[in-house]
C-alpha cells in the first residue's frame, strides 16, 4: 500500500504533456500479460489519477476504460475489485449531467471482453448453451458505475442515446449474475417503465423490454 501510495503522488506530479506516457504505460500494467499483482498495482494508480488529477482526462477516458474494463474477466478477485474501483472513480470524476458521454465507449468495452471471454469459456468446454457472466459483474456493486452512466442517457439523452443506453444496459444485464444484479432492480425499473411510455419514442422501448 505503501509503495502504491508512493507512485500515486509520482503520478499525480506528471505534467500534462506526459500523460500521454503515464497513461500508457498503466494500460501496459493492466494487460493479460501483466502478473495479478501489476494488474492491481495499475489499477489502483488509475484510480488515483481520476480521483486526484488536476489535469483533464477526457481525452484519455477511452483508453482507460479500455484498459480497466479489459480486466473484467481476469480470474483473480483483487483484480477484479481493483478493476471496478478503477472505473467508479473515472465515473464519479465528471458531473452527472456528462454520465451520458461514457454510453457508448463503456458499452463498446463490455461488448468486447464479454466477446472475449466467452470465446475463451467455448474453447476450455463449456456448452453453448450455458451463459457467460462476467466476473467482475458477478462482484458485489460490480454493476453500480454502468447503471450510472446508462441511466442518465436513458434520461437525459437524444433518442438516439436512449436506445442505445437501453440496449446497453440490456445487454450488461445479460453478463451480470442475478444476485449482483438484484440491489439495482428498482433502481433499474422505474427508469425503464417510463421509457415504454408515451414519453419517449418507441424505438427507445423496445431494446429496454428485452430486459
Known amino acids: 500500500d505503501a509503495l502504491v501510495g508512493a507512485a500515486g503522488a509520482i503520478a499525480l506530479a506528471v505534467e500534462e504533456d506526459g500523460l500521454h506516457f503515464l497513461i500508457q504505460e498503466l ?11 501489476v494488474r492491481v498495482a495499475a489499477a489502483a494508480l488509475i484510480e488515483t489519477l481520476c ?3 488536476a489535469h483533464d482526462l477526457s481525452t ?12 473484467f474477466h481476469a480470474d483473480e478477485p483483487p483484480v477484479l475489485r481493483a478493476a471496478l474501483r478503477g472505473l467508479d472513480a473515472l465515473v464519479k470524476s ?15 468495452s463490455i461488448a468486447d471482453v464479454s466477446a472475449e471471454y466467452r470465446a475463451a469459456q467455448l474453447a476450455a468446454g463449456m456448452s453453448h448453451n450455458e451463459p457467460s457472466l ?20 436513458l434520461m437525459t439523452g437524444t433518442p438516439e442515446l436512449r436506445e442505445q443506453s437501453a440496449a446497453a444496459l440490456g445487454e450488461a444485464v445479460n453478463v ?36
Open 94 to 108: 465528471l458531473p452527472k449531467e456528462r454520465h451520458a458521454l461514457l454510453v457508448t465507449t463503456i458499452r463498446t
Open 176 to 211: 451480470t449474475s442475478p444476485a449482483a444484479l438484484k440491489p439495482f432492480v428498482i433502481q433499474i425499473t422505474g427508469p425503464l417503465i417510463r421509457i415504454v411510455g408515451d414519453r419517449f419514442p418507441w424505438q427507445v422501448g423496445h431494446p429496454g423490454l428485452c430486459l
Open 60 to 71: 484519455y477516458h477511452t483508453s482507460l476504460i479500455g484498459n480497466l474494463i479489459g480486466m
Open 134 to 153: 462476467l466476473p467482475a459483474l458477478c462482484e458485489k456493486s460490480g454493476l453500480a458505475s454502468l447503471v450510472a452512466v446508462y441511466l442518465q442517457g
Open 51 to 53: 480521483a486526484n488529477c
Open 27 to 37: 494500460g501496459s500494467g493492466t494487460s493479460a500479460k501483466a502478473a495479478a499483482h
